[in-house]
Every structure is written in C-alpha cells, then in structure tokens.
C-alpha cells in the first residue's frame, strides 16, 4: 500500500466511524424529543470539535454538518481558516464556505473578543459586561471591515454552582447583563447557556436553567436559544428545554492526546 492509499483508507475508515455515531446520536435526539413531546427539528446538534484536526471537521462538513464548536481561540481561528482549503473551496473561491456557522462554546478572555468576532456565528459563554462590551467592540470592528455580514449571537452563560472558575454569570445578575447585551450594536441576545454543577443531579440542574430561561423570555422574547446537554445528559436537557446539545466524545470519540 502506498503512502496516499494509507492516509485514503484512514480518512474512509474516520469518515465510517463519524458517520456511525453522528447516526446513532441523532437518533438519540429524536428519541428525546419524542419522549419529551417536542418536534424533532426543535433541538440542534452541535458538534464539538475542539481538539480534534480540522480533517475531522471537514469529514463531519461531508456529512451534511454546518455548524461546529469550539472553545480555544487559537485553536478555532486556525480550523476556520483551514476548513475551506479542505472541502475545496479554498482560496480560489472568494465566498470560502458561507454557510458554515461557528460556535465559541468554552470560555472567553477579552483580548481574545475582537479575534473571535472575525468568526463566531455565536458566542455560548458570554457571563460579564466587560466580556459583552470587548465583543460588542470586536464586532463592530469586524462589521466595519466587512469581515461579517450581522452580528455576534450571544448566549449568556449561567451559573447553576456560583463556582466562578467554571465561568458563569450569578442568577441575580442575569437580568442587567441581558439588557446590556439587547442595547449593544454589535450582538443579538439569542439565550442562555448553562453547565450542569459537578455532581450535580443533571433534571434538577436544567430545571433550573429552564426557569431562568423562561424569566429571560419574560423581557427578551427573542432570546429563544437554551444551549444545554452534552454526551452524558442531552436527553434531560431536552426534557427541560434545550434547544442545542452540544456533544464532543460521543460523537469524535476519546480526546486525541496533546502537548497543549
């Protein structure tokens, strides 16, 4: 075997074993759904690619998947701008790949903001008004340059522990910093994201993330979005509310090892 077949049958060998879980994992949805008494089209799945090589994200792109999340800037900067070399629409083509949408799902630095709003079709972990204002300025940069077409989609992450190392705007906070974002030019108030606490009880974790969702709808009808449910408990998320599961190891597998 040659050296092009080796690496051939590699990627038909990953593009077997994506294709296999992301099968079983949007069945695992529908069954929630139906469970739940909710449309099957009303939760998304979001891959979780962080850590992963940006060949991954390609395959999963072959597979019908647009929308991708990721949690370290530098990481996600390089992918996004991989990608369309990968899927053959690269620099040859000016429009790259305008229907891919990326997902900034882990935690967010401020002097990373204006690097992310070049990218992020949304922002998951939004949790501080200096966060908000650093990406609201980041976005209007970008929009000016013509490096984005809207604004950055926020979620407002909660947190259900007050444990702040794990990141996450305090319940009694929630309402000020969701006005702040509603008034800023650059962002769109879309939901709330939250992380279940360590140890935590996952039903009454969301349960409670559900009802400071409904108490966001109460004054921001639009923010609609509740990302919520990972591997491990997507089906009590959906249960209680969520609209976006976003899963990484049942779907990409045991986190490749790396020196990072």
């Known amino acids: 075997m040659t050296g092009s077949e080796a690496v051939a049958a590699q990627v038909d060998a990953r593009t077997a074993e994506l294709a296999t879980n992301l099968s079983a994992l949007l069945q695992r949805v529908d069954a929630a759904c139906l469970a ?16 992963f090589p940006a060949a991954d994200v390609a395959i999963l792109y072959r597979l019908g998947r647009r929308e991708f999340g990721e949690s370290r800037e530098q990481e996600a900067t390089a992918k996004v701008a991989e990608l369309p070399n990968l899927v053959g629409q690269g620099a040859e083509s000016d429009e790259g790949l305008p229907d891919v949408q990326w997902h900034m799902i882990g935690r967010l630095q401020r002097n990373k903001a204006r690097v992310v709003a070049r990218w992020a079709h949304a922002v998951h972990s939004v949790d501080s008004e200096r966060l908000a204002t650093a990406l609201d300025t980041g976005a209007q940069t970008a929009l000016d340059a013509g490096e984005r077409t809207g604004p950055v989609r926020v979620l407002l992450q909660v947190s259900l522990d007050d444990d702040p190392s794990r990141g996450g705007v305090a319940p009694a906070e929630l309402a000020r ?24 009880e996952s039903d ?11 108490m966001l709808l109460a004054e921001h009808p639009g923010a609609t979005e509740l990302s919520a449910g990972m591997s491990g408990d997507l089906e009590s998320a959906i249960e209680h509310g969520s609209t976006c599961v976003r899963v990484g190891t049942a779907l990409m597998g045991a986190r490749p090892i790396t020196s990072a």
């Open 204 to 214: 009454a974790a969301f349960a409670r993330l559900a009802t400071l969702h409904t």
């Open 36 to 51: 739940a008494g909710r449309a099957p089209d009303s939760v998304r799945l979001l891959p979780v690619t962080k850590f």
């Open 177 to 200: 910093l969701a006005e702040q974002v509603a008034g800023s030019k650059a962002l769109r108030l879309s939901g709330l994201m939250a992380i279940p606490p360590l140890g935590a």
